[in-house]
């Protein structure tokens, strides 16, 4: 026996054939199933799939590549915002490597996995029963108890679904503890019987929800009244056919044993296991980024000669040695092949038809709480494999693994070489003394929080409304340059546009809209093209907001996808809000994370983003974010990822809350925002009356038709283009820092918006603005002529205009004279 699918004989006809079972449904059914006997009374056949990488061995990427593409399809079906709150839930034990699959391919949801092993210390969350199984108790231990507390969407994923029972106990469970409005079923294949599925439906009205449910495959099992009876007779003939004390099945012993060899992997520390505990997106970006290196340790220690090789995992713990196998498949000419043991007793038949071959008997080294009983490795022995790479938790590197009828025993007697990897059994740290709270805060949203709709934009601050944080332009000014106090410990006083300033903004939105439109439409097909098909798109509050809301309109309109937004702080010389990479972790894949601001100066904050991240992975353990931005307009030459590089007035630049959501610049002081807060910011509730914020991107949606066929070939172009940063803003930073005597690069502002931020909300001494320059610059003429401010026409500028803060700046020295001047 080398495989136990083959070529030409489907592997369920000798039990269809002996037993009169029929499996009837989609053509690809049988390719996805065989048939076996199962030593079990209530019910006598065993589906066995071909590729869950449990019975049979499988190619890794095979397996994790059917749970990754269901993931992907509930993705789907539940689109952008309810994926986000999504939570995965997987059966033990057979299941909890499909399941995390599918949590990956969703991209966005922490995964929890039932066990049949109490752990100490941890508290149950919930539990049910498994009715046609040999062992059928399941217990529910999430380290953080609101895993499961939450009213988003529940998807549960198990291999195979019979009659539904298993799903149908665990959803009462949960359902009384944590009731929620929709849950999402996932399996392999979907044997329900008409019935069935008509009791599933009745019970999603009982309770009131919404249960889709989602196969590779389906169709029909059509068992004979008595198949229970010939099923067990059937076991009875053949249990003892051709069975010595450890193997059934046709298998030739390997006649030299040797020791195991052990291969420490170097895994993360504190690093889950598996999904037993919780395992959430920010975990999956660590092993992500240590599996290349564990792969290789266990290349390097396989022999020279072997050509093909098993990755054996242990019961519950699949998910760990199959994204290792799949890695050691991408890295070596071997052919690699991925199962599991388990606790399942199935007979073993040596036939082509039949789909459990050969039959290792062991056991169990686990210490289980249900006392000490047989496990078994199926197809293992007499398939030719040169290598078995065992890996266990730590829990069950024990003496009996090692002993002369232990695993380890067991497959030395038929394979050649056998490696013994031990992944460390997480433990979760005692609930009494964590580390942050366990609960981190949740986004705010519209209308209780902005003026933007719910699912326009999640903003991960803290609402600081009630608090005064208001402090007058010339005092923040000199606080800031004195060094008593850092521009995000205070607001300025909201500038109120004057009705000519109003009328010029409508004007540039009249005239900009379509450009901006454009530039909306590149950037998200180019974030779409090279970032990720399903982007998490995270502004940088505030000025990037109102274009994380237009791209995901984009993605909406040109693609009817529904993208997670989110809008956080970044501060500069304080870096991004850490507990919001922390939330964002817990709840999406970093690596799908897109920074989303409105345009670029001279690129400090793209150099402050890269610099945070950098910092949070170290401090954090977490990687997979990327700290490129992307912008609307790049005039600096600071990034790659842009919808232009001209410098052009942006009508959202005009204004501050009133074109934001009526939110105000983000706000970080030690006495607000505790080390587990979330940023603070502030609701101007009462300025709905002058607020535009939802005018604007109506305004700019509107055009998205007109301009979606140049936004999709400007993309193209774009995407082939070298677009490297050339950095060209700051080399011109430093020069105009130099020529007019200020020798500080933060004091220059170069760009429409940034120039405009000077004057609303800093102490400005002159304004430089290219020869020539029209239109886009009327309003910027206005604020410098309210605030007495001169507007100096320069050669050579790289931007339209450039703003100047006032140096060594004293109270009182508004304009270019020094005096103050009344707005």
């Known amino acids: ?170 959803v009462r469970d949960l359902h009384a503890r944590y009731p929620r409005e929709r849950y999402v079923v996932v399996a392999l294949v979907d044997m329900r019987s008409a019935q069935d599925v008509d009791r599933m439906k009745r019970f999603a009205t009982e309770i009131g929800a919404r249960v889709d449910l989602l196969a590779a495959a389906s169709g029909t099992v059509r068992l004979p009244p008595d198949v229970l009876e010939k099923g067990r007779q059937l076991v009875a003939r053949h249990e003892d056919a051709g069975r010595g004390p450890a193997v059934a099945g046709r298998t030739t012993p390997y006649s030299r044993t040797e020791r195991t060899a052990r291969i420490e992997l170097h895994w993360p520390r504190h690093l889950p296991d598996g999904g037993r505990h919780g395992f959430t997106p920010a975990h999956r970006a660590r092993l992500e980024a240590a599996l290349p290196g564990m792969a290789a340790r266990l290349a390097d220690a396989l022999p020279a000669s072997a050509r093909r090789v098993l990755v054996l995992g242990f019961e519950e713990l699949m998910y760990a040695p199959l994204r290792l196998a799949r890695e050691l498949e991408r890295i070596t ?86 490696l013994l990897a031990v992944v460390p059994s997480y433990v979760p740290e005692p609930q009494h003394a964590p580390e942050r709270p366990a609960m981190l805060p949740e986004p705010l949203r519209g209308p209780a929080f902005s003026s933007y709709a719910p699912d ?147 690129g400090a904050i793209t150099r402050e983003l890269a610099q945070a991240v950098g910092e949070f992975e170290k401090a954090e353990g977490i990687g997979g974010f990327d700290p490129e931005i992307a912008v609307l307009a790049d005039p600096g030459s600071c990034v790659r990822t842009y919808g232009t590089r001209e410098d052009f007035l942006i009508p959202s630049a005009c204004l501050n809350s009133t074109v934001s959501g009526l939110i105000s610049r983000t706000v970080l002081r030690a006495d607000l925002v505790g080390p587990d807060d979330f940023h603070g910011a502030k609701f101007y509730r009462e300025l709905a009356g002058s607020d535009v914020s939802v005018a604007f991107l109506d305004a700019v949606a509107a055009r998205f038709p007109e301009v979606a066929d140049a936004a999709g070939t400007a993309a193209k172009e774009l995407m082939a283009e070298d677009r490297t940063p050339t950095w060209a803003g700051w080399r011109a930073v430093e020069r105009i820092s130099e020529e007019y005597g200020i020798h500080d690069v933060n004091l220059v502002k170069p760009g429409v918006g940034e120039t405009t931020r000077v004057l609303l909300r800093r102490v400005p001494w002159k304004i430089l603005a290219r020869k020539g320059a029209g239109a886009d610059l009327d309003h910027v003429r206005l604020l410098a002529q309210q605030r007495g401010v001169p507007v100096e026409e320069a050669d050579g500028l790289p931007y339209t205009c450039v703003g100047l803060i006032h140096p060594k700046y004293t109270r009182g020295a508004t304009g270019a004279d020094g005096r103050a001047v009344n707005l």
């Open 456 to 602: 326009d934009v999640g903003w991960l601050l803290q609402d600081l409304s009630d608090v005064t944080l208001e402090a007058p332009t010339e005092e923040r000014e000199e606080a800031i340059q004195s060094g008593g106090a850092h521009y995000a410990e205070s607001l300025p006083v909201e500038y109120q546009p004057s009705e000519r300033y109003q009328e010029l903004f409508q004007a540039a939105l009249d005239t900009s809209a379509a450009r901006i439109a454009q530039a909306v439409g590149v950037v998200t097909e180019t974030v779409l093209a090279e970032r990720s098909p399903r982007p998490v798109l995270v502004s940088l509050a505030r000025a990037g907001t109102p274009v994380g809301v237009l791209m995901r309109r984009w993605a909406q309109v040109r693609h009817g996808l529904d993208l997670p937004h989110y809008a956080v702080s970044i501060v500069r010389g304080r870096g991004i809000d850490a507990t919001a990479l922390r939330w964002l972790a817990a709840h999406h894949d970093p690596r799908d994370v897109v920074f989303v601001d409105g345009w670029t100066g001279k």
């Open 1 to 170: 026996m080398r495989n136990a699918v083959n070529d030409g004989v489907w592997s369920g006809s000798w039990v269809a054939q002996r037993l009169g079972v029929e499996l009837v449904g989609d053509a690809g059914l049988r390719s996805l199933l065989g048939l076996a006997l199962r030593r079990n009374p209530k019910r006598a056949h065993l589906l066995v799939s071909n590729v869950l990488g449990k019975h049979v061995p499988q190619s890794p990427s095979v397996v994790y590549g059917h749970g990754v593409r269901l993931g992907r399809r509930v993705a789907g079906l539940l689109g952008g915002t309810e994926a986000a709150r999504a939570v995965v839930l997987g059966y033990a034990e057979t299941a909890t490597g499909l399941g995390h699959a599918v949590a990956d391919g969703l991209g966005t949801a922490p995964y929890l996995h039932s066990t049949r092993r109490p752990v100490a210390g941890v508290a149950r969350a919930g539990g049910f029963e498994e009715s046609h199984s040999h062992a059928t108790s399941h217990l529910l231990l999430p380290e953080d108890p609101a895993l499961l507390a939450g009213d988003g969407p529940l998807v549960l994923v198990d291999d195979e679904f019979s009659t539904g029972n298993t799903v149908l106990n665990t």
């Open 333 to 418: 000419e071997a052919e690699v092949r991925f199962s599991t043991t388990t606790r399942s007793p199935v007979l073993a038949l040596d036939d082509p038809g039949y789909a459990i071959r050969t039959r290792l008997v062991f056991p169990a080294h686990d210490d289980p709480a249900d006392g000490p009983g047989e496990r078994y490795a199926y197809n293992v022995a007499g398939a030719g494999f040169d290598a078995v790479v065992a890996v266990v938790d730590s829990v069950a590197d024990t003496p009996a693994l090692h002993a002369p009828d232990g695993l380890a025993a067991r497959l030395a007697a038929h394979v050649p070489h056998v």
